[in-house]
């Protein structure tokens, strides 16, 4: 995996961690969000699937809780390689 991969970016069904989510301005709130609903560093991520119609939304797997994110807010999570077992 390159350096520097945004989830939004991320091949289906690819692991990777979690590094950090980025705010697009001092008082993003859909980063706050992100971060509340445990987008957090060192969590174990994955795309499960993505829509039919420009590929949105992102079903988007971290831990054992799936939710389904827009290209946009996808983007604000940057992403680390999983560490080999």
């Not at 991520?45 to 054992?64: H, K, N, R, S, W």
Request: glycine share 6%.
């Amino acid at each position: 995996m390159e350096p520097d991969v945004k989830l939004n970016e991320l091949p289906p069904r690819t692991r990777a961690i979690v590094d950090e989510v980025l705010d697009q301005d001092p008082h993003d709130n859909i980063a706050r969000r992100l971060r509340e609903l445990g987008f957090v560093a060192g969590e174990p991520v994955e795309i499960v699937a993505a829509g039919p119609f420009g590929a949105e939304p992102l079903l988007v797997q971290i831990g054992y809780t799936r939710f389904a994110l827009r290209h946009n807010e996808a983007a604000r999570v940057r992403l680390r390689e999983e560490a080999a077992a």
